[in-house]
């Protein structure tokens, strides 16, 4: 006869990931399941407004109906287009079809080899 204390219960909890993944022969990816981190997602108050770079080369506003405006130094034609929030960073796409990705990172926007600051 076994009493309580003689059963063991298991009490390992695992999610569908891991499950796959114990069946497959590996290990759950950090990626995926709800135990794994996730990218930032920027938010349009995080990009909203006007960014230059410290030497003034570079020059972007954000506005909040999702268009900008840009400017660089020794170009002609200002940049104009509309922008669209993509999880961790921000595409612009200007009014000839051209996009440029805008990587957000640590309260500064760092694009094509610029970083722009908050104007202030």
Known sequence: MT????????????????L????LGGTPSPSFGSGGPRPPQVT??????????PDGAVRLSLRTDGTYAGEVAGRR??????????????LL???SGLQTAV??????????????RPAG
Do not use: F
């Open 3 to 18: 009493s309580a204390c003689d059963l063991r219960v298991d009490l390992t909890v695992l999610d569908a990931t891991s």
């Open 20 to 23: 796959l993944a114990i069946a």
């Open 44 to 53: 349009s108050e995080a990009v909203v407004g006007s960014w230059h770079s």
């Open 77 to 90: 034609r200002p940049a104009r287009g509309t922008y669209r929030i993509e999880g961790g960073s921000v």
């Open 93 to 95: 796409r200007d009014d």
């Open 103 to 116: 990587a957000v990172q640590d309260g500064e926007l760092e694009m094509a080899g610029h970083r722009l």
